[in-house]
């Protein structure tokens, strides 16, 4: 038993680094002894536990697809898929949805260098950027873009994307740029009311976008 702890703790270790330094620099800017360095481990223990680079990196997007499938939009819109006939049903799968990209960015329980990974990868096409589209990504927009549908049935295709994006940037953007908005905020980390008020802000717009935003909507409890 010790020595399986062991080899989960080197290799937990070593995806870690590799996601932070990969979130600060790049996949393609990372070497070998750069994450065994930050891992406080040695070269040898990327090769016998991943058998090199190449799969620790796979293992790092793998990380952060789990984790953002366990928050996934799909489970959020589920409850309400029953009542999305009505504005009630409508107007709180909306919230739920935004609520669940809120809750999965800054959860304190989970590393930041998660979210930094999307933003990277997403700079240019490679294998990793299609494991993470076609696993996470592409899932998550499809689930938005099929209950706007269902609310709106009139949206044209590129309207859908458009409000789907909308209700996608701020959340993003307040992850990708973390250390710049916090220091505007005058903040070490985005209290409750604040995450609060962009849940409530994008809800609004996009119940406006969508036509149903005619009574102030209500916060889920």
Same mark, same amino acid.
């Given at each position: 038993?010790?020595?399986?702890?062991?080899?989960?703790?080197?290799?937990?270790?070593?995806?870690?680094?590799?996601?932070?330094?990969?979130?600060?620099?790049?996949?393609?800017?990372?070497?070998?002894?750069?994450?065994?360095?930050?891992?406080?481990?040695?070269?040898?223990?990327?090769?016998?536990?991943?058998?090199?680079?190449?799969?620790?990196?796979?293992?790092?997007?793998?990380?952060?697809?789990?984790?953002?499938?366990?928050?996934?939009?799909?489970?959020?819109?589920?409850?309400?898929?029953? *009542?999305?006939?009505?504005?009630?049903?409508?107007?709180?799968?909306?919230?739920?949805?935004?609520?669940?990209?809120?809750?999965?960015?800054?959860?304190?329980?989970?590393?930041?260098?998660?979210?930094?990974?999307?933003?990277?990868?997403?700079?240019?096409?490679?294998?990793?950027?299609?494991?993470?589209?076609?696993?996470?990504?592409?899932?998550?927009?499809?689930?938005?873009?099929?209950?706007?549908?269902?609310?709106?049935?009139?949206?044209?295709?590129?309207?859908?994307?458009?409000?789907?994006?909308?209700?996608?940037?701020?959340?993003?953007?307040?992850?990708?740029?973390?250390?710049?908005?916090?220091?505007?905020?005058?903040?070490?980390?985005?209290?409750?009311?604040?995450?609060?008020?962009?849940?409530?802000?994008?809800?609004?717009?996009?119940?406006?976008?969508?036509?149903?935003?005619?009574?102030?909507?209500? *916060?889920?409890?």
């Amino acid at each position: 038993m010790k020595k399986y702890a062991s080899s989960e703790h080197t290799k937990n270790a070593l995806v870690n680094a590799a996601g932070e330094l990969a979130a600060e620099m790049g996949f393609s800017n990372i070497s070998t002894r750069a994450i065994a360095e930050r891992a406080g481990e040695n070269i040898g223990s990327i090769h016998y536990h991943f058998g090199g680079k190449d799969k620790l990196f796979e293992a790092v997007i793998r990380e952060v697809i789990a984790r953002g499938n366990n928050f996934s939009v799909a489970d959020a819109i589920a409850p309400f898929s029953d *009542s999305l006939n009505t504005r009630e049903g409508q107007l709180k799968a909306l919230r739920a949805v935004v609520n669940k990209k809120i809750s999965s960015l800054f959860d304190p329980s989970f590393p930041r260098w998660h979210s930094r990974i999307v933003y990277q990868l997403m700079q240019y096409t490679c294998p990793l950027q299609e494991i993470l589209q076609k696993e996470l990504l592409n899932p998550m927009v499809e689930s938005i873009s099929e209950l706007l549908s269902a609310i709106n049935p009139f949206l044209e295709r590129d309207e859908t994307m458009l409000i789907t994006f909308l209700m996608i940037s701020p959340i993003v953007s307040h992850a990708d740029y973390m250390p710049f908005c916090l220091d505007h905020l005058g903040e070490d980390h985005y209290n409750d009311d604040y995450l609060r008020k962009m849940e409530d802000f994008i809800v609004k717009q996009t119940e406006r976008l969508l036509g149903i935003g005619n009574n102030p909507s209500q *916060s889920q409890q």
